[in-house]
């Protein structure tokens, strides 16, 4: 009884497509049955990722590994002076747009600040600091930072910080 129904769609689907369906081709042994393989995994982005992209946005907006990696022991205090205020302004803005950046300890610096209640991973004790590795607190060296909220726009991982540049003319 159940040959009437596969004859009819075998009919069918040849007549119209051209070709047997693959459960009734599988059903009389006329194919095999072939494992359905899972996609592949798509890449995941790991924090060496996120690292590559700040630097990226850095480059981009303010050149800032350009400006790192050149040799400005031939320049003036001036002229390097000059050149960090451009890069301090430029990368300050971009970290601002993509990265809500907060203080550790929001407090100032040199000034007596306490440790209780705060989060232990994110302080460095430095100075004379006790053979138990604790203490109740201490001068604020640097106030630490964190970041408070990451809004990076989404790109594939790769390696590539900024692209080489080809005028063509």
Known sequence: MSRIPFAFRSFFSILFSGTLPADIAQAFGYSKAVPIKPAAPKPTAGPADGAVQVLSILQRDARLIDFLMEDISGYSDEQVGAAV?????????????????????????????????????????????????KAQGGLLRHKGWKAEKIDLPDTPPTSVLAPAEIEIE
């Open 85 to 133: 205020r451009d890069v301090h302004e430029q990368s300050r803005s971009s970290l601002e747009r993509y990265l809500k950046l907060k203080p550790v300890i929001d407090g100032v610096e040199s000034t007596y600040a306490k440790i209780e209640g705060a989060d232990q991973s994110a302080i460095r004790l430095v100075g004379k600091v006790p053979a138990s590795g």
